[in-house]
């Protein structure tokens, strides 16, 4: 009968210190464990020492023998820590201690961990490694190396197929050559890779979908969705993945025609894309305006059993807000909830963002409380939008209590600067200059360098220094900061003042692309400079824009139209004069004096040219 050995509690693992009464326990007393559950112990270990103590102590266990897997268990912890020197005499142990020499899994281990660990020429030098213990390399194994040395070296990759594998009589099966495929079509070699498939084909190798679909899909990567579309034809069974990522190339190309008719087609084999695809092909609808083209794939989509998750439901509500069909985007909401799929912040702050952008304020503000009864924390987002809609739609106040909330928060503005600029525009554009300065030195606790530039560039101004100004501005720009409304309004008009008024007027383009609408005294600065320049062409192109909405928020009065109007009048243009002063009329605009003599002189002009030009005969 064999001695009872007590454990010494300095070997047990620590996993295993905390079972009731094991330090007391001798190890003959112990039930084995399992072969599984020594080598979970094994892999759970945090350091390769622990690892190794664990594997010891289960040496002295009664009754227990290791095994290939809990040396392959070793293995694999010892290769993430890299002790290969270990590793080999763990190898070189095996044949002597469980009278077993490793196996194709434990040389497959010891492959992957050299690759994980960069060692190249030891990977290519795997194979000597197996022959030490008088086995030849298996496919398995060849496979193992060639998969390591494509994500490595391609032309490593090819040279070890020509020279170990082919040169042993291995040819290769299909995932061979889906290993060499892929790391063809990593490094853009498309060429090669068709010249690969021709290959496998002459030597009666059946390429799978893998090897379709990874060529395929580097295709596409290349802008060749056509060929890739060809290349589909050649298979014999397309799955569900290369239609995928058809659809999606399609979709990235806006080729919303192509996009719907393989989602068709691929209805028509049984397969249902996955849930990035069909969210892809719903943002493609969206964007052209067929939402309800939407909901019927999405619909269609779930009736095929397949998955929409939340990103896809926050696309149609989303595109349902773009045109302007907030209340079916609620609507949806309320869908998505009863089907189980739980909306998230970004669908909430689609819609505050919806209703910031129509001006429906009150609404906007009824869905970020909601958040808040729904369980769903507000993030930078949420505060950034409700802020800039408050503030813009002149709530200027409510804009203020939400960035108050915003500032108590865990999350806080972390040291984002746009909802204070925010509060700025919203002082612009109530004509608030001497409150909005104030504010911006209010800023200089949270944001000094931004502040300090900005102030910087205002002095340039009043300075009459424009240069200087806009040399400061290019700096900010290049370092990633962001120029706020006041810094743009200054600027514009210190560029109108020197009648630079191309410079004044990219400037405000440049300003209404982040969002920032001039105001009528901006707009009409502008509008004066370039009717000064008799520049009346970009004037009224710039007018016409407006109209369209792109300079909405300018409150365009009687000193929008009256420069244009003068300059046309001046350039004998009466018709288009009046056609201006209709528009000006039917925005319930009121012509001033200035107006009215323009139009009266121009047209009194043109009356007296056809009467003198009566007396000629005809």
């Given at each position: 009968?064999?001695?009872?050995?007590?454990?010494?509690?300095?070997?047990?693992?620590?996993?295993?210190?905390?079972?009731?009464?094991?330090?007391?326990?001798?190890?003959?007393?112990?039930?084995?464990?399992?072969?599984?559950?020594?080598?979970?112990?094994?892999?759970?270990?945090?350091?390769?020492?622990?690892?190794?103590?664990?594997?010891?102590?289960?040496?002295?266990?009664?009754?227990?023998?290791?095994?290939?897997?809990?040396?392959?268990?070793?293995?694999?912890?010892?290769?993430?820590?890299?002790?290969?020197?270990?590793?080999?005499?763990?190898?070189?142990?095996?044949?002597?201690?469980?009278?077993?020499?490793?196996?194709?899994?434990?040389?497959?281990?010891?492959?992957?961990?050299?690759?994980?660990?960069?060692?190249?020429?030891?990977?290519?030098?795997?194979?000597?490694?197996?022959?030490?213990?008088?086995?030849?390399?298996?496919?398995?194994?060849?496979?193992?190396?060639?998969?390591?040395?494509?994500?490595?070296?391609?032309?490593?990759?090819?040279?070890?197929?020509?020279?170990?594998?082919?040169?042993?009589?291995?040819?290769?099966?299909?995932?061979?050559?889906?290993?060499?495929?892929?790391?063809?079509?990593?490094?853009?070699?498309?060429?090669?890779?068709?010249?690969?498939?021709?290959?496998?084909?002459?030597?009666?190798?059946?390429?799978?979908?893998?090897?379709?679909?990874?060529?395929?899909?580097?295709?596409?990567?290349?802008?060749?969705?056509?060929?890739?579309?060809?290349?589909?034809?050649?298979?014999?069974?397309?799955?569900?993945?290369?239609?995928?990522?058809?659809?999606?190339?399609?979709?990235?190309?806006?080729?919303?025609?192509?996009?719907?008719?393989?989602?068709?087609?691929?209805?028509?084999?049984?397969?249902?894309?996955?849930?990035?695809?069909?969210?892809?092909?719903?943002?493609?609808?969206?964007?052209?305006?067929?939402?309800?083209?939407?909901?019927?794939?999405?619909?269609?989509?779930?009736?095929?059993?397949?998955?929409?998750?939340?990103?896809?439901?926050?696309?149609?509500?989303?595109?349902?807000?773009?045109?302007?069909?907030?209340?079916?985007?609620?609507?949806?909401?309320?869908?998505?909830?009863?089907?189980?799929?739980?909306?998230?912040?970004?669908?909430?702050?689609?819609?505050?963002?919806?209703?910031?952008?129509?001006?429906?304020?009150?609404?906007?503000?009824?869905?970020?409380?909601?958040?808040?009864?729904?369980?769903?924390s507000w993030n930078f987002v949420t505060y950034d939008t409700l802020i800039r809609g408050l503030c813009s739609g002149g709530r200027i106040d409510d804009g203020l209590k939400i960035l108050q909330l915003m500032e108590d928060s865990k999350e806080g503005s972390k040291g984002r600067i746009s909802p204070y600029n925010s509060v700025l525009y919203g002082l612009y554009r109530e004509n608030q200059q001497d409150?909005?300065?104030?504010?911006?030195?209010?800023?200089?606790?949270?944001?000094?360098?931004?502040?300090?530039?900005?102030?910087?560039?205002?002095?340039?101004?009043?300075?009459?220094?424009?240069?200087?100004?806009?040399?400061?501005?290019?700096?900010?720009?290049?370092?990633?900061?962001?120029?706020?409304?006041?810094?743009?309004?200054?600027?514009?008009?210190?560029?109108?003042?020197?009648?630079?008024?191309?410079?004044?007027?990219?400037?405000?383009?440049?300003?209404?692309?982040?969002?920032?609408?001039?105001?009528?005294?901006?707009?009409?600065?502008?509008?004066?400079?370039?009717?000064?320049?008799?520049?009346?062409?970009?004037?009224?192109?710039?007018?016409?824009?407006?109209?369209?909405?792109?300079?909405?928020?300018?409150?365009?009065?009687?000193?929008?139209?009256?420069?244009?109007?003068?300059?046309?009048?001046?350039?004998?243009?009466?018709?288009?004069?009046?056609?201006?002063?209709?528009?000006?009329?039917?925005?319930?605009?009121?012509?001033?004096?200035?107006?009215?003599?323009?139009?009266?002189?121009?047209?009194?002009?043109?009356?007296?040219?056809?009467?003198?030009?009566?007396?000629?005969?005809?």
């Amino acid at each position: 009968m064999p001695s009872k050995i007590t454990i010494p509690t300095a070997i047990i693992p620590l996993s295993l210190r905390s079972l009731p009464g094991l330090q007391s326990k001798p190890i003959s007393s112990l039930p084995s464990p399992t072969h599984e559950h020594i080598a979970r112990l094994i892999i759970d270990q945090k350091s390769a020492s622990h690892a190794l103590q664990t594997f010891r102590w289960a040496t002295k266990i009664s009754n227990f023998t290791h095994s290939r897997s809990t040396y392959r268990a070793l293995i694999h912890k010892l290769c993430a820590f890299r002790r290969f020197d270990t590793v080999k005499e763990l190898l070189d142990e095996m044949p002597h201690s469980i009278q077993s020499p490793p196996d194709e899994s434990i040389f497959i281990t010891v492959i992957r961990g050299l690759g994980r660990a960069r060692m190249i020429n030891d990977v290519v030098k795997a194979t000597d490694l197996v022959s030490r213990f008088n086995m030849t390399p298996s496919l398995k194994i060849f496979n193992s190396i060639l998969d390591v040395l494509v994500k490595e070296d391609i032309d490593l990759a090819r040279a070890f197929y020509r020279k170990k594998m082919m040169a042993s009589g291995v040819q290769g099966d299909d995932y061979t050559y889906a290993i060499l495929m892929k790391g063809l079509c990593l490094t853009n070699r498309v060429g090669d890779g068709f010249k690969l498939l021709h290959v496998m084909k002459s030597r009666g190798v059946k390429p799978n979908s893998v090897i379709y679909n990874t060529l395929i899909h580097s295709l596409c990567k290349n802008g060749k969705v056509g060929r890739a579309r060809s290349l589909m034809s050649d298979m014999e069974e397309p799955n569900d993945v290369t239609f995928s990522i058809l659809i999606c190339a399609y979709c990235k190309e806006e080729n919303l025609v192509n996009a719907l008719v393989l989602l068709e087609k691929s209805f028509s084999f049984g397969f249902v894309p996955d849930v990035v695809t069909i969210t892809k092909v719903l943002e493609l609808l969206c964007s052209v305006g067929r939402v309800t083209d939407a909901v019927e794939i999405l619909e269609r989509v779930e009736s095929k059993g397949g998955v929409i998750d939340v990103v896809a439901y926050n696309t149609l509500i989303k595109g349902f807000c773009r045109l302007g069909k907030l209340k079916v985007g609620c609507r949806f909401l309320k869908e998505m909830e009863r089907k189980g799929c739980l909306p998230n912040v970004d669908t909430y702050n689609i819609l505050i963002s919806s209703y910031c952008e129509t001006g429906v304020l009150d609404s906007a503000l009824d869905v970020f409380n909601d958040m808040k009864i729904d369980g769903i924390s507000w993030n930078f987002v949420t505060y950034d939008t409700l802020i800039r809609g408050l503030c813009s739609g002149g709530r200027i106040d409510d804009g203020l209590k939400i960035l108050q909330l915003m500032e108590d928060s865990k999350e806080g503005s972390k040291g984002r600067i746009s909802p204070y600029n925010s509060v700025l525009y919203g002082l612009y554009r109530e004509n608030q200059q001497d409150e909005a300065l104030e504010y911006l030195k209010q800023m200089e606790k949270l944001f000094p360098r931004a502040v300090d530039r900005s102030l910087k560039i205002l002095g340039f101004c009043v300075d009459g220094n424009v240069e200087d100004a806009k040399r400061c501005f290019d700096q900010m720009i290049e370092e990633g900061g962001v120029p706020n409304v006041v810094i743009y309004d200054c600027l514009i008009h210190a560029y109108c003042q020197e009648e630079r008024v191309r410079e004044a007027s990219e400037l405000m383009k440049e300003m209404t692309g982040h969002g920032y609408l001039p105001i009528a005294a901006t707009f009409n600065a502008v509008l004066s400079g370039l009717c000064r320049q008799d520049n009346v062409g970009t004037a009224l192109k710039l007018v016409e824009e407006d109209m369209r909405g792109i300079g909405r928020g300018s409150l365009p009065g009687s000193g929008h139209y009256s420069p244009l109007i003068k300059a046309l009048c001046e350039k004998g243009g009466f018709q288009s004069a009046s056609m201006l002063l209709v528009q000006m009329v039917g925005k319930g605009i009121l012509p001033d004096y200035l107006t009215w003599n323009s139009l009266l002189i121009c047209l009194s002009q043109q009356t007296t040219w056809s009467v003198n030009m009566s007396h000629f005969p005809k």
